[in-house]
């Protein structure tokens, strides 16, 4: 576990450092930042393998500040807040957070979850050389869309798109099947894991995302059950 570094981010002194010595106990590397304009200069230089995030912060907010990382990268978030009401617990999963807890909490509790996230982006869904652990597969070509399935690399019209995990997660099995009409919750088991909790419109704000990097590419929404990719030439290459 020690290879691992989670930075905490929360202006509280008192609740930042109860969380780092709960997780140093465990063998985590930790980091301490009482702003999200500290954790944005960290996220650009150094940035760590987790993150432990309030949303409450002075300046810039938590929720502003996933939601920059989210543009990036998929790496793991949980949020800590102590609003409680169920409207910022979907806002924070919308945006990109994997977790929510709600203060006061359990440090044992967040160590828990810690180890679950960990255990799920970077030994489960991460191999030795850093891809996504996707089957033995030729790299797909659907129109102007190719994914090279080794390399987690996404195309399209030949120039390359810099795409996230769960972006790249979701854009392989839409082509996986063209044509086919997803559900929200198949995606999201897909995605995001048959144990996530959040909200479904989690499905949307990533369509949303891929659609603003790949603004001509044919994903379609089927009313009130889910996404599909079009694709007219027929079979996939």
């Known amino acids: 576990m020690s290879s691992y570094r989670i930075a905490v981010v929360d202006d509280d002194l008192h609740i930042r450092n109860l969380v780092e010595a709960y997780l140093v106990r465990e063998d985590f590397e930790t980091i301490g930042l009482a702003t999200a304009e500290e954790a944005l200069e960290l ?69 828990a979850r810690v180890k679950r996230q960990i255990h799920r982006w970077y030994k489960v869904r991460i191999g030795d050389e850093g891809v996504v652990n996707a089957p033995a597969s030729s790299d797909i070509t659907i129109g102007e869309l190719k994914l090279s399935i080794e390399e987690r690399r996404v195309f399209w019209d030949g120039s390359e798109v810099e795409i996230t995990l769960k972006e790249f997660a979701l854009l392989h099995t839409l082509s996986q099947h063209p044509n086919r009409a997803f559900s929200r919750d198949d995606l999201l088991a897909i995605v995001w ?11 949307d704000h990533l369509v949303k995302r891929i659609r603003k990097k790949i603004m001509q590419l044919p994903i379609e929404a089927v009313w009130g059950h889910g996404y599909r990719l079009r694709h007219e030439g027929g079979e996939r290459g």
Request: hydrophobic share 40%; with cysteine.
């Open 193 to 203: 894991g048959d144990d996530y909790f959040g909200s479904d419109r989690a499905v």
């Open 43 to 111: 996220w650009r230089n150094d940035p760590p393998d987790m993150w432990v995030l309030d949303i409450m912060l002075p300046g810039m907010d938590g929720y502003e500040f996933c939601r920059t990382v989210r543009r990036e990268a998929d790496v793991p978030i949980i949020m800590i807040s102590a609003r409680d009401n169920e409207v910022d617990k979907i806002m924070g999963l919308e945006l990109g957070g994997d977790d929510y807890m709600v203060k006061p909490f359990s440090p044992r509790e967040l160590v």
